[in-house]
């Protein structure tokens, strides 16, 4: 109705999962990477959760489109059902055919072990995908963990993904689920769009639909619409929908945000609270960079997350002096967790706050450690504690994905530069230290326009890295972290493929911190509001 007056070919807003209008947010991809690491973990379970209209679907029809031709995928949509019902529509899926009038459990079984030992044999490999996995019955659970112990000397033989809502989490943290929830090898929670997403998000459906002039919304009624739906695309569909049929009932080419929440009370009876997200990443195009480019250095120009044996140790070497001569230092001790936030910065204030030392914020950085760094150069001395410095080029993102604190260097327009110590992120806002012991909040776009992604931190590399001795010591340290068994490199990639890593394979410094974080290690944390 509306679509020709906003200058669109078609509406932009449906609630139909039409392909075409496909948008793959950061997490979104995250989470099919997680669906699709699964692949390659030799059995168990993959699970992914999401609240409803987070885009659980859209990430499973992405991932049926790119499961391996050799993979055979059964696909349950409707699981209310019971063992026996479930197995039998298994069955089904597989295409397998059962002797008329045996219809009992081990039929059924005896099938799908005779199907899974035959996919085997010929190289292929069965996937059962089970969509709103929360209705399923726990003594259906408890068969799908039966059905995992199909499997040969080699490997478990059927790969089970469980896709459903948030209290699917709850179901498998029951005790008399444990032995399933043990078999979880991959589990990814979808959250909310955060507020630049919601953006990224509007603009790309409206560009599908063929908008070639203005945006029909403007940034207060955008930002009520992250609000009021909580960053929920399927709220954000209908919601913006009602929203343009409201400014096309008043002539109105532009909508705002009064038009926005007349829309909401009419569409869901009241304003909603948005809900809070467990996870909002901060995608690229609003930081300036690519999440993703890590292009991992340490503390040298040209060194990459390469292996130990091609990288060597990491070389303490002195930290780039700042081109700013007063600023205050950054904390040189830990502040305490209940430390209150003393203020929220501008880009001014924030720029003139930032240590003019590089070395200062690293011996800030390695209180946070407990470790002095001495008055001599920070990185030379703390080789002799075990720490290592690495600096990167990246994105927010993946400085949340890290989870660790780090220093971040700032540029303004008029040559000044200086670094900060980030302890802090939620979805709009960092939190950073300073000299005087209290910390300040930046809201995220005011600091894309300082910072332009380098990024420092201090990490303990495992025994054998980037050492000249046996090779073997770091291979073996990795054999025990990995998922799987066999040849290292394949399962490098897809611990690297898992967790958004590029990857290519190499275990070096920022591969190395993600297993580490994963085998539970204890270092200092981001203080992260998912």
Known sequence: MYASFYGLQREPFSIAPDPRFLYMSEAHREALAHLLYGLSGGGGFVLLTGEIGAGKTTVCRCFLEQVPSHCDVAYVFNPKLDALELL????????????????????????????????????????????????????????????????????????????????????????????????????????????????????????????????????????????????????????????????YARGQRRVGRAVVERAAHEVFGTAPAAPAPSRAPVVAAVLGVAALAVGALVWQAGRGDATAAEAGPVLPAALPAAAAASAAV??????????????????????????????????????????????????????????????????????????????????????????????????????LAFADGGQATVDLATLATLWRGEFATLWRPPPGWG??????????????????????????????????????GRAGPLTLMQILRTDGDTVPRLALTR
């Open 88 to 247: 039998q529509t298994v069955c089904d899926e597989f295409r397998l055919e059962v002797p008329a009038g045996a219809a009992t459990v081990k039929a059924y079984v005896d099938a799908l072990n005779r199907f899974l030992l035959a996919a085997h044999a010929a190289g292929r490999h069965a996937v059962l995908v089970i969509d709103e996995a929360q209705a399923l019955a726990p003594e259906v659970l408890e068969q799908l963990r039966l059905l995992t112990n199909l499997e040969t000397d080699e490997r478990k033989l059927l790969q089970i993904v469980l896709i459903g809502q948030p209290e699917l989490r709850t179901m498998l943290a029951r005790p008399e689920l444990e032995q399933l929830a043990q078999r979880v090898i991959a589990r990814y929670h979808l959250p909310a769009l955060d507020a630049a997403e919601t953006a990224a998000y509007v603009r790309h459906r409206l560009a599908v639909a063929g908008l070639a002039g203005d945006l029909p919304f403007d940034d207060d009624a955008i930002a009520a619409l992250h609000r009021l739906c909580g960053g929920v695309p399927r709220r954000i569909n209908l919601l913006a929908d009602r929203a343009l049929l409201g400014g």
């Open 467 to 504: 050492s000249p001795g046996d090779p073997t010591v770091l291979a073996a340290w990795l054999d025990e972290r990995l998922p799987g068994r066999g040849t290292l490199a394949p399962r490098i990639v897809a611990f690297q493929v898992a967790h958004g890593l590029q990857p290519d």
């Open 330 to 431: 950054v904390a040189a001790a830990a502040p305490a967790a209940s430390a209150p936030v003393a203020e929220e910065l501008d880009a001014e204030a924030l720029l003139a706050r930032a240590a003019a030392r590089e070395a200062d914020g690293v011996r800030a950085l390695a209180a946070r450690w407990k470790v002095q760094a001495g008055a001599g150069e920070p990185c030379s001395a703390l080789a002799a504690t075990g720490l290592a410095c690495w600096r990167t080029k990246t994105g927010l993102a993946q400085v949340r994905d890290l989870g660790r604190p780090g220093l971040l260097t700032l540029h303004g327009s008029d040559g000044r530069s200086g670094v900060v110590l980030l302890t802090g992120l939620d979805s709009e806002h960092a939190t």
